[in-house]
């Protein structure tokens, strides 16, 4: 049976009517359109779904909507503001650190939760926040140093 | 940079890439259209087996059941080749189209035998648990030296023995049984490889419907999206015109998408259904209902040496391991014998290959396409050979380096090659020498070991394959270009990579040049992206049609500016004048001028233009690797790894170093941890998700350093030649002899998994 549960996705207020088993990334794609969310291993392996719930990386392949009812949610596409990319969406486009896109989101919002805690992470510390979000295509190299120069606010630098 | 170039050889950021860090680029999965049905697939559990008999009442029953299609609901529509070479493009060499859109007889563990749409996907996922099935199981093979023995189950009806491809070396030469009776060195080697599964982030998906206008409109995620037309114009007999195939953005390839993944299915219950229909692989549908790379078990080299270290004979048996359906894995063979033997002269040489129909998922094109597997074992070789006559690895390589001019691997003239450079850049960069020749404690459960290894790969596949290109360059009143073309936007950068191309010959910037793509409506015949050709071939038509179009401005200009075509020059989105340098017009104005003119000489410069490779500019690459070895729990770690790479131009440094820091996370996975585990005793694949399939993580990853030796190759556009590929193919065997110099032993088949490596190094 259905029940009505309030979440803040992106700042905005919703309503919905959530059965018992949705998962919470059925509910951001199919019902909030929210496509930025990407399924991938389907069993929290691989990091492609990750969304902030109240500022904390969760597996939304893996999360009851129910169990996130009142919080604070964040997608990507919650992260521009004001058309001005995220300082971590700019470093990762300047940066190359996009080539398929798909594990982007994920990558994205972990790497968020990790400069809320970490302003100025070590490479290490880069490196194990996206230990749970799989790419296929980097390498990771320019990942972590997409993440490096947001959290040093030097989110373009081509000449390198 | 060796020429004056403005645009190529910059740091441009990819034109789709905000879109990707958004959330807004949209996936085959996001699609969602109004009515529109979610697919399932119901697959074999058995290895081998024939569907008896068939009950869907159960499933019917089902409130949202919208339809479910069974191997006796095919109605007339062909059986096809997912690797789609059952129809001409490869000269000779055909692959009987023998799987049905699903099938009765299943030749493999997760085969499909029937399909339901239904209103949600869990409907559907019910729906299709309640089909009782009927099978009978039969005799099965999951290894290829067993599959061919008399009396092994037949698989194919065109495989005598199960023997779908007996293949030899295409460009033979000399006598190798003598050259190998009169080298005063033989090194020989048997190795064996697993499967590895693509893991492309995005599962395959596909959306399909019929529009008011009769017409089927499928988003497909294949990388030769015409092919995948005129296959689906095959299978369902519906003219070509009667198709439009759309390719949304793709979340990674790696060779996969060159086969067709879940459009058949989508594409037949959206004809049967008269709706939309969404179908969307689950990660465990992705590890045993497509392609994979194809493994062999077995890879037995033999080469011929001189004392000096001279290379005299090439000799190699291969048996392939392709699984319930030959499509592209045979081609494996060829491509691994041929191109491994890129980089070396050697005047003696042979091969053959036997690739084998077994009880086990398809197998097919995955980066470096057997060219990673044969390169594996050549370059353990070599090295063994260079420890036999007292040589360093290194000099070895160069000793036998091919030079421009001599024949390359796929028997044309080799125009460029700059090996030579990436060893001297590698040894200098890794610290060869110094590492090598630096003696290390021996104290510890912990061994330190330093190798390297080469590499030779291709551009394209022409003349292998048959191959063509094209482009349409399109001004507009404002001076900015529309770029019609249709390579795969598989994460490879290459929209960023023609835009380039199309605006250094232009004289704007990348950012004026918008891409048309992706809706075969729209695009010109384009064969599509792989075997590393998008750069060099749609970079190729590209450059040509801009290059038409741009003679058309400048006589355009000449006339306004009252001086000949031929004075003139395009940069910084102005047109000037070579000897009176005052003399310019902007590119906007001319292009304005052109479009809107009313006294009957309206114009709008365009350029249209095909590029049929007939040249394969090969890549070379040089691998370095520093490993620890655990000799307790036989754990490998690679701490650091340096690649070294010719790939002509590099039009964009930073898509080059994403290529190969790609590769190297997908070659140390091949190396050391990607063991794609098939049950023998029941055919069944054990591992089917990240938990039992291990990629690696960031935290696994070495530090890596990417050399580019940025030196242009006479026929790629702006000297460019491809390089998809070789991030890949070099990083195994690099890994392979560097454990040989931490522990002194070899192990010869792939991934080296701590069990192996322990095997080996604890004699039994």
């Avoid at chain 1, 919650?78 to 969406?89: D, F, K, N, Y």
């Avoid at chain 2, 890879?299 to 001279?310: M, Q």
């Avoid at chain 2, 898509?655 to 023998?680: F, H, M, P, S």
């Amino acid at each position: 049976m259905k029940t009505i549960a309030r979440y803040v996705v992106n700042g905005e207020p919703y309503e919905l009517a959530v059965e018992p088993f949705q998962l919470l990334i059925e509910v951001l794609r199919e019902q909030l359109g929210l496509t930025g969310t990407k399924h991938s291993c389907g069993v929290g392996n691989c990091g492609a779904c990750t969304v902030l719930v109240d500022g904390k990386p969760v597996l939304s392949c893996m999360t009851l909507a129910v169990t996130a009812r009142d919080k604070q949610i964040t997608t990507i596409e919650g992260l521009a503001r004001g058309g001005e990319l995220h300082p971590l969406q700019k470093a990762f486009v300047e940066y190359g650190a996009i080539q398929c896109g798909y594990c982007t989101p994920g990558m994205i919002l972990s790497a968020e939760a990790l400069l809320e805690k970490f302003p100025d992470p070590s490479e290490e510390q880069v490196r194990e926040a996206v230990s749970g979000n799989i790419c296929r295509c980097t390498g990771y190299v320019k990942i972590v140093e997409a993440v490096l120069a947001a959290a040093r606010g030097n989110e373009r630098s081509l000449d390198r | 940079m060796s020429e004056d170039y403005h645009v190529v050889g910059t740091r441009i950021v990819q034109p789709d890439a905000a879109a990707k860090a958004t959330g807004q680029a949209r996936f085959a999965g996001d699609i969602h259209l109004p009515g529109m049905l979610t697919a399932k697939v119901l697959r074999s559990p058995y290895p081998h087996a024939e569907v008896v008999s068939m009950d869907t009442s159960r499933a019917k029953e089902i409130p949202g059941v919208a339809y479910i299609l069974t191997p006796w609901e095919l109605g007339d529509w062909n059986t096809f080749d997912r690797g789609m070479k059952d129809m001409p493009l490869v000269e000779g060499y055909r692959v009987p189209p023998e799987e049905g859109v699903v099938n009765r007889r299943a030749r493999h563990f997760g085969d499909p035998v029937a399909a339901v749409a239904a209103t949600d996907e869990r409907t559907a996922e019910e729906a299709v648990s309640l089909i009782d099935v009927d099978y009978r199981e039969l005799p099965f093979v999951t290894d290829a030296a067993e599959s061919m023995r008399a009396g092994a189950p037949g698989i194919s009806p065109h495989a005598e023995r199960n023997i779908a491809k007996h293949l030899t070396y295409p460009f033979p030469e000399g006598d190798v049984e003598k050259a190998l009776a009169e080298a005063d060195l033989v090194v020989e080697g048997s190795f064996r490889s697993g499967k590895q599964e693509h893991c492309t982030q995005e599962t395959a998906a596909c959306v399909a419907f019929v529009d008011a206008g009769g017409r089927l409109n499928v988003w497909s995620q294949c990388q030769l999206a015409h092919l995948a037309r005129r296959e689906l114009s095959h299978i369902f007999k519906i003219p070509v015109r009667k198709i439009k195939l759309m390719t949304p953005f793709v979340g990674g390839s790696f060779g996969q998408r060159g086969a067709l993944c879940a459009e058949p299915i989508a594409a037949a219950l959206a004809l049967r259904t008269k709706r939309p229909v969404k179908l969307v692989f689950s990660r465990e549908e992705n590890f045993v209902g497509l392609e994979s790379r194809t493994g062999f078990d077995d890879i037995t080299i033999s080469l011929g040496f001189k004392k000096d270290g001279t290379l005299t004979a090439f000799k190699t048996n291969m048996l392939g391991r392709l699984g319930g359906y030959m499509g592209c894995g045979p081609m494996a063979s060829v491509i691994g014998m041929t191109l491994s033997m890129g980089h070396y002269r050697c005047p003696n040489r042979a091969g053959s290959a036997d690739m084998v129909l077994t009880n086990t998922p398809p197998s097919g094109a995955m980066r470096g396409f057997g060219n990673e597997f044969m390169t594996f074992g050549m370059e353990q070789l070599m090295d063994e050979a260079a420890e036999k006559l007292g040589m360093d690895p290194v000099d070895i390589r160069l000793k036998n380096a091919k030079k421009a001019g001599d024949t390359a691997a796929l028997g044309l003239k080799l125009e460029s090659t700059y090996f030579e450079d990436c060893l001297r850049v590698g040894v200098e960069k890794f610290g060869w020498k110094e590492k090598r020749e630096t003696p290390r404690s021996e104290e510890g459960k912990i061994k330190r070991g330093y190798g390297m290894a080469t590499m030779s790969h291709c551009t394209g596949a022409a003349p292998l394959y048959l191959e063509h290109s094209n482009a349409l360059v399109k001004f507009n009143e404002d001076g900015s270009v529309d770029l019609t073309v249709h390579p795969a936007p598989v994460g490879q950068h290459i929209w960023g990579a023609l835009s380039q191309i199309c605006a250094e010959e232009l004289g704007i910037e990348a950012e004026d040049v918008h891409i048309v793509t992706g809706d075969t409506d729209v695009t010109l015949f384009e064969y599509g992206s792989d075997a590393s050709r998008s750069t060099y071939a749609v970079g190729g038509a590209t450059l040509r049609a801009a290059r038409q179009a741009k003679e058309q401005l400048l006589a355009r200009a000449a006339g306004m500016l009252g001086v000949p075509a031929g004075d003139l020059y395009l940069r910084d989105r102005t047109v000037f004048s070579r000897t009176n340098p005052d003399r310019s017009l902007s590119i906007a104005r001319v292009c304005y001028e052109a479009i809107y003119s009313f006294g009957g000489k309206a114009e709008n410069f365009s350029g249209k233009q095909s590029f049929e490779p007939v040249w394969n500019s090969p890549n070379y690459g040089a691998y370095f690797a520093e490993v620890e070895v655990n000799t307790e729990t036989g754990r490998v770690t690679v701490p650091r790894f340096v690649t070294v790479i010719d790939c002509g131009t590099a039009v964009n440094p930073m898509a080059v170093e994403g290529q190969l820091e790609g590769g190297l996370q997908q070659g140390i996975g091949l190396a050391l941890t990607e063991n794609y585990v098939i049950n023998r005793e029941t055919g069944v694949v054990e591992t089917t998700n990240y938990d039992s399939y291990k990629v690696p993580t960031a935290p696994d990853m070495p530090a890596s350093e990417v050399y580019i030796v940025n030196k242009p190759d006479p026929k790629g556009p702006f000297g460019a030649k491809g390089v998809g590929e070789p991030g890949m193919v070099g990083i195994a065997p690099a890994i392979a002899n560097a454990i040989h110099n931490a522990v002194g032993v070899r192990v010869r088949e792939l991934p080296i998994t701590p069990e192996r490596l322990l095997g080996a190094l604890i004699p039994s």
